[in-house]
């Protein structure tokens, strides 16, 4: 590009910069001035489809010291900032007779048996089990307690556990989106590890494989963003989102967090695990989208100064279903641990609020009751999409 031009403006006589082509052509014949424009816009059109294709394919990055780090810039919290928000915390109060999160009984038969229809589970949390193309998938499974390193303290369970593990149909593949307690539960994995059908497969972010080494489970893929594993007829790729890591007071950053796109029998589903509002989703939804269904966090957004960078809250998981391009949008990540200042039943009432206020039907984006089953139902968009399957590139 340096070379052609300084050959251009070599003579002393030539014609200044931007003067029209017309002059130039006077020096070089015009077939040939073609021919290096179209080469030229040719190799501009290569690298951009290079560069885009770069951005696209690569994994997370990483800082110097091996940590990993989100895709786009963001506010960040110190240590100190968590101090200031523990002390400034005042407890909600909690009304009389406890809160009260909806939940439904199970139909334990129905959701032992074959499935007949793809379905949603919400368990409580961002637990939930989907019935997809044939498999059982359970994605950050938490039925202990308390979401907490110990069992005496730490974020505990306000509405009962619709199912325990003993009562879930054999599953085939569990995925974990992040190594924070309230998603990765050592018990609950433990117990799903040793259920007398046999392990699941368990498919976690970059450097949480070692954490199930130590505790002697093998049945385990760990991937980066954008990497995917087939499942049967399923194709699950990680998808990047605006998070962060912590299991100790030495690690943070040092695994890998995401969500989980999941295709199958025609479907396609995506579970945001934990994140803050960022570009991520926007790409998710060019990508991949659009889906059938988004399991969307609604819950854990208070205080704003502390929370905005790591968790949406309700306008912004209206804004990502919007990004994601998701005909259904059903909210987790409520009414089950309190890990944040709002209150537990507040997230559907604002949804509700904000739902209206957007002019989008409630089967757009709604709440279950925790225990709830709802079929997965295709959408008209994803219809006219050929087969939702072959579009998803295999890593593996
Ligand atoms: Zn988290």
Known sequence: MGGIRSALSRPRSAP???????????????????????????VALVLGVLAVGLVLAQGAPRNDDGTFRNNYPHATTSFGDFLRWQSERSDVPEPAGGWRTPTATPDLAALRGPAK??????IGHATVLLRLGGLNILVDPIFSARASPVAFAGPKRIAPLPIDIADLPPID?????????????EASIRRL???????????????VKAWFDDIGIGRVDEVDWWQDVRVGAAAITFVPVQHWSRRNLLDR??????????????????????????NDLRDIGERLGPFDLALIPIGAYSPRWFMQPKHLDVDD??????????RRAIGIHWGTFPMADDPPDEPPKILARERERAGLAQDAFDVMMIGETRPIEETNETKRRPDANAAATSAR
Do not use: K
Request: proline share 7%.
């Open 16 to 42: 200044p910069r931007r003067a029209p082509i017309t002059v130039l052509t006077g020096h070089v014949p015009a077939f040939r001035l073609a021919v290096v424009s179209a080469l030229l816009r040719a």
């Open 173 to 185: 593949v569990v995925l974990i989106t992040h190594n924070h307690y309230d998603h990765l539960d």
């Open 253 to 278: 950053d040092r695994t890998l967090w995401g969500g989980w796109s999941i295709a199958a029998g025609g479907l396609r589903v995506v579970h945001l695990g934990d994140t803050g509002y960022s």
């Open 117 to 122: 229809t793809p379905s949603v589970t919400w």
């Open 193 to 207: 590890a040793a259920t007398p059908a046999g392990s699941p497969r368990f498919v976690v972010p970059l450097g």
């Open 317 to 326: 998981a209206i804004q990502a279903r919007a990004d994601l391009r998701a």
